[in-house]
């Protein structure tokens, strides 16, 4: 015998049917775009009201009021993975989130006045973390760090009013040290070095304020150097004797 609900979702037309909550005093039910739209429509066209809209590979289910993007709303993708976020007065507000097919949260953050604020994550599929920062008013700030897939460190800086400014490290998969300095507002700025994933040196030279200066040297697999340059003059890298 077939349930009840089920006879109903086999007879229910998209055109008639909506799952969604009941329009607002004044707006009804429209069904639009062969009906991968459903919308509470006022009489000059607004929205207002509980909407959703189907696209190719997901769908996105919200509401407006008077045209503007209010409350919670969310993106469900067909893989079964679905992102969360909210509306104040149109602009992004609230907390954010993002979910895999099995419900598991793989990003999290929040919005303020429209722009990414407080803190952020993001996780690997096995839980592992794959990075984590602050934001200010859409401005990275502090530490953020980033990394590899087995939970390593893939690299670090410090950030202030969206700028880089301050150490700088990054690192090969498996954590050996690959590449470290530091930033000044946006810029690198002195002394820098590179290593190679046995340790062995790649690369040493000098930044002032994002520009290369001094004599950069270069090594070759064995650590010895190979070659010099200096940033200044117009000729290739010459080999060390």
């Known amino acids: ?11 229910c037309l998209p055109s008639l049917c909506w799952a969604g909550s009941g329009c607002p005093d ?3 039910r429209k069904v639009r775009h062969r009906g991968k739209e459903r919308a509470c429509v006022l009489k000059d066209g607004t929205l207002h009201g509980p909407w959703r809209r189907s696209f190719r590979l997901s769908r996105d289910i919200g509401q407006y009021d008077h045209g503007v993007r209010v409350g919670r709303w969310r ?16 602009k992004l507000d609230g907390p954010m989130r993002k979910l895999d097919a099995k419900g598991k949260v793989m990003e999290q953050g929040g919005y303020r006045d429209g722009k990414p604020h407080g803190r952020w994550r993001g996780w690997w599929p096995d839980r592992r973390m794959r990075y984590e920062g602050r934001y200010d008013a859409g401005a990275r700030v502090g530490r953020w760090r980033h990394f590899y897939a087995d939970g390593t460190l893939r690299e670090q800086a410090r950030y202030v009013a969206g700028a880089e ?3 700088f490290e990054r690192r090969w998969p498996g954590g050996a040290p690959f590449e470290a300095g530091a930033f000044f507002r946006g810029a690198r700025d002195g002394s820098w070095r590179a290593l190679q994933a046995n340790g062995r040196k790649l690369y040493t030279g000098e930044w002032t304020r994002g520009r290369q200066v001094g004599t950069w040297t270069f090594y070759d697999e064995a650590g010895a150097p190979a070659q010099r340059w200096n ?5 290739a890298p010459a080999a060390t004797p």
């Open 1 to 11: 015998m077939i349930h009840l609900r089920t006879l109903v979702l086999l007879l």
């Open 26 to 28: 004044g707006a009804r």
């Open 75 to 90: 993106t469900e993708l067909f893989t079964g993975e679905r992102h969360e976020f909210g509306y104040a007065a149109g």
């Open 165 to 167: 400014h301050g150490p």
């Open 231 to 235: 940033p200044g003059s117009v000729s």
